[in-house]
């Protein structure tokens, strides 16, 4: 078969179109990108129970912690009275009756060190009846891998409540996963510890586990939506994800249950998974968050709740006429001063205490995650008053709405409907948040789905992914999303933000799959579908060619295709997926305005195995290789594949 390549410009493609959407979901954040070894660092985990409309959780601060030895004569009590903090008002006393003896750390599964590498660890401590050393080690069956011993006395500032913190290096002598950290004490003795936490000294900006960081990094993503996802709303309100809590310093941020904590408890487990300790800490903040934007060069698209809990989980809200709800947009008003008010405003002074006094040009934001309009539930008119306050405050702000958890309901036509009564009023919806979580065909079936669609209100595709039998992240998942992704660049007039989602998944701690990035403690992998991304978003052109509508007949053969066009650099870009079982050689017939082209580079993607998929074991088992050739010759394309042709 063919492709005509015309010098017939389309429209301007975003080249802000494909981005990530970040969720603390399947210990994305503590446990993964937020670089923190230690787990329930502060002593106030929660452990959760509960099905839809009955949450609960109890106390479990000494979750993780053990004494240290094992079977050693140490007393350890989680208490409160005197705290380092209000917000996390319980710590550990710790009572030892002989030297070298204390506590140890779970550390989610156990520390790993690399050889030569680094560690700083922080903690507080108050020496109630003691006046020795502490010495923080990692240890494994019997032999030390990194030690570093302080005096009692060597602290480098204390509270008015005489909690007093240390610093400290350690410095590892070996490779080593699963190692056991642990605070000793040098002699008989009683403490309290307060906020032990140990990161690797190059952790980027000493926040984020530098490999996951990269691989953000290299996606070169446009945008980055978040912090959910389901967090925004809480299964509960008082569960919600309170981003204010988070902008103060790390020890002081409020302890919260995770969401996903109690996602998939049923009477046959007693309404508790094996993940009912999924905490956060909240170390991963809004601050972080809009930092993290601007260290890989994306726009920040911070989320916000409606005054709604989940609507799959609960029907607790907020009244529209309450107090509480005026607090919510209120909310929405202090985080656009936050990220770009200046200095002396209160919380752009918040900002730059902690530690950036030049805005972020925060210029989007959501209202909603996943909300529809129900006889209970009023979300329209609660986005409009959003939608009111802020612009009032400022003009300029792009404001994205939600039209639900899906694309195939009646609460999807109510939204639009909504939505589109106000397009002629300027600014009141920017974009309409899209959710789509479906099978490969119906990707292929589904490629010209926003052929139709008007074009005064825009589409951010902000959750979609393709789910294969067995919920893996397989090479036919990753094709069918190349392939209703060049739908998207095609009608990229009206789709102007897409994240596929969810972003991280920690191998063994996954509460939902597929997702795009894998990990464990020490390593980690983009899959199938992390390289479609990167495909994408790193070959953006300027503008659109026309197809003229023979992309559809193409399809047919199972060959689908977009084409865009670089201006500056007179490239030609053709992303094709062709997903048929045999290899297929393409012609590119080239219109002679773009002058004499005589080669290709190009970026392909597959595998013999349509079910194959990246491992920690086999992190490079599907990656893309580049090929050339002549142009006049075509290009052939194996069977399963997606390439990025540059002309």
Known sequence: MNINIRKQIGHKINNRLIGLFFEDINYAADGGLYAEMIENRSFEFMKAYGEAGDYYVEYDGGYGWSVYPEGADVSLRFVTGSPLCEENPHYMRVTVKEARTGFANKAYSGIALECGKEYKVTFFARCVRFDGDFTVSVTKDGKT?????????DYKSETYNFFRKYELTLKSNGDIRGGVFSITLSGEG??????ISMFPADAVAGIFRRDLFELLRDIRPGFIRFPGGCIVEGNTLYNRYRYKDTLTEPWRRRNNWNRWAVHGTSPENNFETIFSHYNQTLGLGFYEYFLLCELIGAEPLPVLNVGLACQYQSLEQVEIESEEFKQFVSDAIDLIEFANGDVTTKWGAVRARLGHPAPFGLKMIGIGNEQWQTERADFFERYAIFEKAIHEYDKNILIIGSAGPDVFSNRYKMAWDFYRKHEDEAGFAYAVDEHYYVRPQWLYDHVDFYDNYSRKIKVFAGEYAAHPEGWRNTLEGALAEAAFLTGIERNS???????????????????????LIWFDEKTSYGSPSYYVQKLYATNLGDVTLLTNGEEKEAAKEGIYYSLSYKEESDTIIVKIVNRNDKEVTVGLNLDDAFGKKAHYTADILTHTDIHAENSIENPDNVKPYTVSGDIEKGITLPANSFAVVRL
């Open 145 to 153: 891998y990194a030690e570093t011993t302080i005096s009692s006395a």
């Open 190 to 195: 009683i403490a309290e510890f307060d906020f």
């Open 493 to 515: 007039d009206v789709v102007i933000l897409a994240s596929y989602a969810p972003l991280f998944a920690r191998v063994g701690y996954e509460q939902w799959a597929p997702d």
